[in-house]
């Protein structure tokens, strides 16, 4: 596994869509990009997904050529397979980062989560996400606040990982 992303941040869209990508995430797509040399633009794809997804999720050239290898490893015509590649090829546009280390956010993937002059990055590993800064809040903020509260004050997050932890 490669270089991961990590942090959060909020970041201006100007009226044509321009939002600085953050400059951890960009060395992440840059050492995730096979053919980015030095001083080159790194590729990546944002899959916008159906009506349901309410975020765009950012994958680097390693990530999704990973996820499209899992893919191609599925029955050809299985029902699974026929979505995912809808999903990871179909409802996605492939990108770069442009000079000066900012995205475009076309017209369709801005109104589709509500983006107008600010969005909010958020890593998720081998990925990372970006949202309306009030989606994103009104989504993860009472709902984790509350379920934190439940665990106590001793929680410590590393039991998640344990064998079977949040199976059920």
């Keep these: 596994m490669g270089r991961r992303f990590r942090g959060e941040s909020h970041h201006k869209v100007d009226s044509k869509g321009r939002v600085s990508i953050p400059a951890l995430f960009r060395h992440v ?7 980015c040399g030095q001083g ?6 944002i899959v916008y997904g159906d009506h349901r997804q309410n975020h765009l999720k950012c ?18 015509g299985s029902r699974e397979r026929r979505y ?9 546009l492939p990108t770069q980062v442009d000079e000066t280390g900012r995205l475009v956010l076309p017209a369709k993937l801005r109104e589709k989560i509500g983006i107008e ?3 909010f990055f958020i890593a998720t590993g081998d990925s990372f996400q970006i ?5 994103y809040a009104e989504v ?3 709902d984790d606040e509350d379920w934190l509260d439940e665990m106590g ?6 039991v998640l990982l344990e064998s079977g932890a949040g199976e059920g």
């Design 29 to 35: 797509l840059a050492a995730e990009d096979p053919d």
């Design 40 to 45: 080159d633009n790194p590729n990546l794809v």
């Design 59 to 76: 994958y680097t050239a390693n990530a999704i050529a990973e996820i499209d290898d899992r893919i191609a490893a599925m029955p050809r």
């Design 84 to 92: 995912l590649e809808r999903l990871y090829s179909g409802m996605s």
């Design 117 to 119: 002059g600010e969005a």
């Design 131 to 135: 949202w309306k800064p009030e989606t």
């Design 140 to 142: 993860h903020g009472v």
């Design 153 to 158: 004050e001793d929680f410590d997050p590393l």
